[in-house]
């Protein structure tokens, strides 16, 4: 499985929500992010213990990873958008896709932005629902 670096997220999910998602607000200068919490963000679905991976498959890294980048704040703002757009390209780099209308998604990760952090399990759970519903193969 393919992970996805801090220059992808700038490059691609950053350039894209800024240019497309244009909703209410500008999303900020990539440079203004705070300091190692994206970083963080993109090394979660990936660690290990004792040699097992803590998250297994796509659906679960893409899950928490959605998750994170929404809860963690890594922009001054725009984490909903650049959150929506690094999840589309941690799929399509892993030959998957989301078919879901946009409104809907963005309202999927208004809900989560919105959900107690002490229920992550549960929330985590619900992301995962949203993917197995909405996920698709990429058509060579």
Request: one cysteine or more.
């Amino acid at each position: 499985m393919k992970s996805i670096n801090i220059i992808e997220v700038e490059y691609v999910a950053y350039r894209l929500a800024a240019e497309l998602m244009k909703w209410n607000e500008p999303i900020p200068d990539f440079g203004s992010r705070f300091p190692n919490i994206l970083e963080s963000c993109l090394a979660v679905p990936f660690q290990s213990f004792a040699g097992k991976n803590l998250y297994k498959g796509l659906i679960e890294k893409a899950s928490i990873l959605f998750y994170l980048m929404i809860k963690n704040h890594p922009f001054q703002n725009g984490n909903k958008r650049i959150a929506m757009t690094t999840l589309l390209y941690f799929l399509f780099k892993n030959k998957k896709w989301l078919r879901v209308d946009e409104r809907e998604f963005y309202n999927f990760a208004r809900w989560i932005a919105e959900s107690n952090p002490k229920l992550k399990e549960e929330t985590v759970k619900a992301i995962q629902k949203f993917l197995k519903t909405y996920i698709t193969g990429l058509k060579s």
